[in-house]
């Protein structure tokens, strides 16, 4: 996965979810719960990739960047509960899955 609207689309099959722009700024796509209104994953670009801000949690967070370079401390959160997706074409598919998977869990 290295595609924004493939990122998007994922995110949407997930049950209860839908997209939002709160910034005003295309840049910025947020996916939310439509049960609860928050959100598990930020998705913009940055540095001429895609990123995608997830929750996780703090057992799992330290394993995610180390296994993957991609996986790298949340841009703009807080870095004990987030990691960044850099869709790089590094991280495969299903990893990338799971982590959304994850953050969707934690924040329903």
């Known amino acids: 996965m ?19 722009y709160p910034f005003h700024d295309p ?6 719960h439509k049960s609860n209104h ?4 930020w998705i913009f670009n940055r540095n001429g990739h895609v990123w995608i801000n997830v929750k996780c949690d703090p057992q799992w ?16 959160l807080n870095k004990k509960h987030w990691n960044s997706i850099i869709l790089d074409g590094t991280v495969p598919k299903k990893e990338i ?3 959304i998977m994850e953050s969707y869990d934690l924040t329903e």
């Not at 609207?5 to 209860?16: D, F, R, S, V």
């Not at 840049?27 to 939310?32: A, E, K, L, Q, T």
């Open 38 to 41: 928050k959100v598990f994953a």
């Open 2 to 20: 290295t595609d924004r609207k493939e990122a998007i689309a994922y995110c949407l099959t997930l049950k209860g979810a839908y997209e939002d």
């Open 27 to 32: 840049n910025w796509c947020v996916i939310r």
């Open 61 to 76: 967070r330290d394993l995610w960047r180390e296994t993957f370079p991609s996986v790298v401390p949340a841009y703009h």
């Open 97 to 99: 899955e799971r982590m």
